[in-house]
T-cell receptor
Framework: DTGVSQDPRHKITKRGQNVTFRCDPI?????LYWYRQTLGQGPEFLTY????????KSRLLSDRFSAERPKGSFSTLEIQRTEQGDSAMYLC?????????FGPGTRLTVT | AQKITQTQPGMFVQEKEAVTLDCTYD???????LFWYKQPSSGEMIFLIY??????QNATEGRYSLNFQKARKSANLVISASQLGDSAMYFC???????????FGQGTILTVHP
């Protein structure tokens, strides 16, 4: 069991550029979640997949954000036309049973 | 809507002593799950303990126990025999079921003194 992995761990981009993050969940987990955490705050829910189906999206997920989980395994989160307000830690979690396990996160800095 | 309140921005404890981190919640759901996570300065979120709303016994995991008082809507985390490595941010969270999205509190920074 290698845990949840995320790539890249850090991303610096200029305002207006597109970025894509990847999450690989624990292999036997069918649930996958994306959260965003800004400094000094708790994580906020963005979206949730059960296998390949996206079952819930937060209103925080504007039309510049899109998430996919094409084969029910890894997931990608894309942010188009990044803004400075998108700077945050993006956390992925996978779940089985009663527990959710988080990856190390991708820290995005928009300059 | 669900809400988690952690009223202690920071807590201090002496090594080897016990400490309680407070968490209250608000929900209209009948079935829900309560979670505690630890976030060290490295940034990763470490799952500590889970309590289901219908569980009659308080959850325990090693040195962690969850003091669940359903009528008071509280889910306090008790850490026994604190260690220096326990210094971190601690988040209380809940979901409408055991598998739903998590709603987090603001967190409590715990500092363990030698």
């Amino acid at each position: 069991d290698t845990g949840v992995s995320q790539d890249p761990r850090h991303k610096i981009t200029k305002r207006g550029q597109n970025v894509t993050f990847r999450c690989d969940p624990i292999s036997e987990h069918n649930r996958l979640y994306w959260y965003r955490q800004t400094l000094g705050q708790g994580p906020e829910f963005l979206t949730y997949f059960q296998n390949e189906a996206q079952l819930e999206k937060s209103r925080l997920l504007s039309d510049r954000f899109s998430a996919e989980r094409p084969k029910g395994s890894f997931s990608t989160l894309e942010i188009q036309r990044t803004e400075q307000g998108d700077s945050a830690m993006y956390l992925c979690a996978s779940g089985a049973g009663d527990e959710q396990y988080f990856g190390p996160g991708t820290r995005l800095t928009v300059t | 809507a669900q809400k988690i309140t952690q009223t202690q921005p920071g807590m201090f404890v002496q090594e080897k002593e016990a400490v309680t981190l407070d968490c209250t919640y608000d929900t209209s759901d009948q079935s829900y799950g309560l979670f505690w996570y630890k976030q060290p300065s490295s940034g990763e979120m470490i799952f500590l303990i889970y309590q289901g709303s219908y569980d009659e016994q308080n959850a325990t995991e090693g040195r962690y126990s969850l003091n669940f008082q359903k009528a008071r809507k509280s889910a306090n985390l008790v850490i026994s025999a604190s260690q220096l490595g326990d210094s971190a941010m601690y988040f209380c969270a809940m979901s409408p079921t055991s598998y739903g999205k998590l709603t987090f509190g603001q967190g409590t920074i715990l500092t363990v003194h030698p």
